[in-house]
């Protein structure tokens, strides 16, 4: 679905990304964590076709497509979601009409017919449930004083409705208490299929105990410097990351 | 357009209505001495209005004439008002509708007077200061005509003033001269709303002053629509007398036009009273629009409240100047200010300037104002769900808009308005 070759970004003059290779299959879940700094929310940010980097060399093709070459919200139409880690707050704009808008964008991209208001609610009320989300919040201005977990609520809720091929969750977890953490990962789980799948970018181990990944990766200076299996998400959160520094310098 | 042709209009109207012959000698006399404001002078330091009109209108004084304007033309859906228009600054009796109740009187300010109208009498020229420029000062001599609002005591006005100004320049330029009086009775109620339109290319030029007296407990909604694609000059000069428990709230929608310089000054006379001030200018092409506002808070425990935003595009440029004074005796006043713009090009300019002169001591008053671009973090966030740059930035600038319109308690205008801006924002 998503194949990475020698992906590299910077931003100004400073290099980030260093020739990241990632291979992503539908139905899988991969893990990318690495220390502050070490460029997981800049690939997360590439993918979804942020302006402020730029791609210095490399590929990113998805489903075939040269995802780099397409503007952001094509990508979104070709299905590629980023649950951002600091969701934006916009004045003026509901939730519920911010969605009708890109939901039908999308739609129509895909090929298919637009909602009516009537077909819109039934859907948005069944995707609500997922999150636990109320509708009061969703008729506010978008994020506009939401809580920490109400704006990743949120996130997830816009996941569900534009039903991704590929969803990226930067720092999910970050500023989440357990209770929201499970309504989230709950929510993503209940998302996962065999035609989709998942990138889930994180510093901590502790949100992998709720979304389980099948390949985790360890981010370091702009490259994969390991890969592995759950197990070395244990292993990380047991050591830290100062022994996968040690191995790379060695 | 010169000091010499002012003169020469003033002196055509001196004769006329001579029950104000003593006003009208007052504005001559303040006009003689202070001539058309001049940019060095601080109000209009932004505004080169006086240079504009000697540049692009000629105004050899001629008598304006009443054209023909289709029913159509200024008929707005959904708005169930009574109607007064004025073409070329003469008022279209075939136009308007006037209510026929005893509580309300709304006529022509020229028979109002001519006709010894006491409360028209008492009131006209007590507002609005002479001294104030060059323009009130010609108004107040020349004149032609406007309109007269009186609503009486405990009178709820079922529905709205629409007041039209309307000028027909497909065979010369006009300049029009229009003086209004508002006066709301105790405990009396009452909508206005004003609209400027046009049909022809020439460049035009209206003068305007409204001076509206609201006594105890009364409330006056003043709505200004500026939205003339023709290529219109316009001064327009407003003060509000309040009485304690008085409410006023206006609204400036400035949408088009060459150059508009609106003065908007509420002088709160009294306890207990609210005033909201809103504005909203969306400007492109070579458009100046001019805001200087006062609130004058004369007395204790009142409140007041201006939110003035503004989107500004092409070569376009925006003025605003917001004045609150708090008088020493005015101890307890709640007064808040903010101005808000959006540039959407390199070369649109703002000019804003809050000025606050506070004399007593226990006081909330803040101000704010703002002049960036739109956020590219939430256009990028817009579009990473799926919705195109344009379609973003035009959300975006709509959500920015229609706060303002929010206050509107009139469905019928609200929705007009909302329109204009819909279109306008490709929303």
Redesign the interface.
């Known amino acids: 679905m998503l194949s990475i070759k020698n992906l590299q970004a910077s931003i100004g003059d400073k290099q980030i990304l260093n020739g990241i290779n990632l291979e992503v299959k539908a139905g899988e879940v991969h893990a990318i964590m690495g220390p502050n700094g070490s460029g997981k929310s800049t690939l997360a940010s590439v993918l979804?076709?942020?302006?402020d980097y730029e791609v210095t060399s490399g590929e990113v093709e998805f489903r075939g497509k040269n995802l780099l070459e397409m503007?952001?919200?094509e990508?979104?139409?070709e299905g590629v979601?980023?649950a951002?880690q600091y969701?934006?707050e916009?004045?003026?704009?509901s939730t519920i009409n911010?969605?009708k808008?890109?939901?039908n964008?999308?739609l129509v991209?895909r090929g298919h017919q637009t909602l009516d208001a009537v077909s819109f609610l039934k859907l948005m009320k069944e995707k609500m449930k997922l999150v636990d989300i109320d509708q009061s919040l969703l008729n506010r201005?978008l994020n506009e004083g939401f809580s920490g977990g109400e704006k990743k609520r949120n996130e997830i809720f816009?996941m569900a409705m534009?039903e991704p091929r590929l969803a990226i969750l930067d720092e999910t977890d970050s500023g989440l208490d357990i209770d929201a953490l499970k309504i989230v990962a709950n929510g993503v789980n209940k998302l996962r299929s065999s035609s989709n799948a998942t990138i889930v970018v994180t510093h901590y181990q502790r949100l992998l105990d709720y979304i389980v990944p099948d390949f985790v990766h360890v981010l370091y200076k702009g490259k994969i410097v390991k890969s592995g299996t759950k197990e070395l998400a244990l292993e990380l959160e047991a050591k830290g990351y100062d022994w996968i520094k040690d191995e790379v310098a060695v | 357009m010169s000091e010499k042709s002012v003169i020469d209009l003033i002196d055509q109207q001196a004769g006329l209505n001579p029950r104000i012959t003593a006003l009208r000698e007052k504005g001559r006399e303040a006009f003689l001495k202070s001539g058309l404001p001049q940019n060095k002078e601080e109000e209009f330091r932004h505004t080169p209005i006086t240079r504009l009109l000697q540049k692009n209108l000629s105004m050899e004084p001629k008598a304006n004439k009443l054209a023909a304007l289709s029913p159509e033309e200024i008929r707005i859906d959904g708005l169930d008002a009574y109607q007064v228009v004025f073409i070329n600054g003469i008022y279209a009796p075939a136009l308007s509708s006037l209510p026929t109740g005893s509580d309300i009187v709304v006529t022509p300010l020229a028979d109002a007077v001519d006709g010894g109208n006491e409360t028209a009498l008492e009131h006209l020229g007590k507002y609005a200061d002479p001294q104030v420029d060059g323009f009130v000062a010609w108004n107040t001599a020349a004149w032609t005509n406007g309109v007269f609002i009186h609503a009486k005591r405990n009178a709820i006005v079922d529905k709205p003033i629409y007041l039209v100004y309307w000028h027909n320049t497909e065979s010369a330029e006009v300049v029009s001269v229009i003086r209004n009086l508002i006066v709301v009775e105790t405990n009396a109620q009452l909508e206005v709303f004003e609209r400027y339109g046009s049909t022809g290319n020439a460049n035009h030029f209206s003068n305007h002053v409204t001076e509206a007296l609201v006594h105890a407990n009364g409330g006056l909604d003043l709505y200004t629509l500026q939205n003339d694609n023709g290529n219109r000059y316009q001064y327009a000069f407003t003060r509000v007398h309040q009485e304690p428990s008085s409410r006023v709230n206006t609204y400036a929608f400035t949408f088009a036009g060459k150059l508009v310089r609106n003065t908007l000054q509420l002088a709160l006379d009294g306890q207990g009273i609210e005033s909201h001030m809103f504005g909203l200018y969306l400007l492109s092409g070579d458009t100046i629009a001019d805001n200087h506002t006062v609130v004058d808070h004369r007395q204790p425990n009142s409140f007041s409240n201006e939110i003035y935003k503004g989107i500004l595009d092409d070569n376009s440029k925006g003025v605003f100047n917001g004045k609150i004074y708090v008088r020493p005796q005015a101890q307890k006043t709640n007064a808040f200010q903010a101005n808000r713009n959006i540039l959407m090009s390199d070369s649109a300019t703002v000019n804003t300037k809050p000025q606050l002169e506070i004399w007593a001591d226990d006081v909330k008053c803040s101000h704010g104002c703002t002049t960036g671009q739109l956020d590219e973090e939430a256009i990028f966030y817009l579009q990473a769900r799926g919705i195109d740059k344009d379609t973003a930035k035009a959300m975006m600038l709509f959500a920015f808009a229609i706060e303002i319109l929010d206050n509107i308690k009139n469905t019928g205008l609200r929705h007009h308005v909302e329109a204009i801006i819909r279109e306008r924002l490709h929303q």
């Open positions: 979804a076709g942020r302006e503007a952001p919200e990508r979104a139409r979601f980023l951002f969701p934006v916009i004045p003026g704009v911010f969605m808008t890109a939901l964008q999308v991209a201005s816009q534009l």
